[in-house]
């Protein structure tokens, strides 16, 4: 259903203009939230993993171009459309690549369930920079982990910024966070079978091409946050630290950057 506007008055619309991503967590209680995918990739992606649509907000010229499948797709939802100079006045912002979709969130599986048929995890304490969270979602998914769970402290992983970055993998990679098992997480993890394997540097810190790694049956990855990292009582708890060698007096890497290197590099043999 196409729906030409000339602002963004309607109450309906409001999830487009609402920066307060807490806000649009709760915007649909009881019920589970909504959140806002951008571009045609992101939403093909969530479409695919089975979310549902709310509505479309798209610049005239996709309708018929790049979002045509996704507007086929989506049925009779809302399609809120104009030239891109009027949503651009609108909204206050450039559209990315022209298309925004906001969809209800799916229950969160629960870390158990996550843990079950699992052989490598990956598990982020406090990371709270959402590009980093996209980051890391993107490459969990490319490079061979089966599952991210999140402490209760983390940034959602289904804020805009996360999901742009993540270029839509955060519907690819089965996720959740440790609600029921935070504080003493690492314990957790243990009873579930798994190796623990802490990114930090110790006197003991092992490389991370050490075979006992990538020979562990099930392995956690544990990442810290940019700034101070994993909390000693985490890294104390786990079973090994690990550490990616550095070069030129670096002393190490972006979270982001060293996810992607600890993912490829720890993953399970076949």
């Not at 992101?42 to 649509?53: C, E, F, K, M, S």
């Not at 996704?70 to 459309?81: A, N, R, S």
């Not at 810290?224 to 890294?235: D, N, Y």
Request: net charge negative; proline share 4%.
């Amino acid at each position: 259903m196409i729906i030409e506007i000339e602002n963004l008055s309607a109450p309906e619309l409001q999830p487009y203009l609402c920066t307060n991503e807490t806000q649009l967590y709760h915007w649909n209680e009881p019920e589970q939230g909504i959140f806002i995918a951008e571009s045609p990739k992101v939403i093909r992606r969530a479409l695919a993993a089975g979310y549902q649509p709310v509505s479309l907000l798209c610049e005239r010229k996709y309708i018929s171009g790049q979002a045509r499948d996704i507007i086929e797709q989506v049925g009779e939802i809302p399609v809120y459309t104009a030239d891109s100079a009027v949503l651009t006045a609108i909204t206050g912002f450039k559209l990315t690549q022209g298309v925004l979709c906001a969809m209800y969130r799916h229950e969160l599986p629960s870390a158990e369930s996550l843990c079950r048929n699992a052989s490598r995890i990956a598990v982020l304490e406090d990371i709270m920079n959402q590009t980093n969270i996209g980051a890391i979602m993107r490459s969990a998914a490319a490079l061979g982990m089966d599952a991210v769970l999140l402490t209760p402290s983390c940034s959602d992983p289904l804020y805009r910024r996360s999901v742009r970055v993540s270029m839509g993998t955060v519907f690819q990679i089965p996720w959740g966070y440790l609600y029921d098992n935070a504080p003493d997480y690492v314990t957790f993890l243990k009873k579930q079978g798994f190796r623990t394997a802490a990114m930090a540097l110790r006197n003991d810190t092992l490389g991370i091409d050490d075979k006992k790694f990538s020979s562990a049956e099930r392995l956690a990855v544990i990442l810290g946050t940019e700034g101070e990292g994993l909390k000693e009582e985490t890294i104390q708890a786990c079973d090994d630290t690990v550490k990616i060698p550095m070069f030129h007096g670096v002393d190490s890497l972006n979270v982001a950057a060293a996810s992607a290197v600890a993912f490829w590099e720890l993953r399970k043999r076949i």
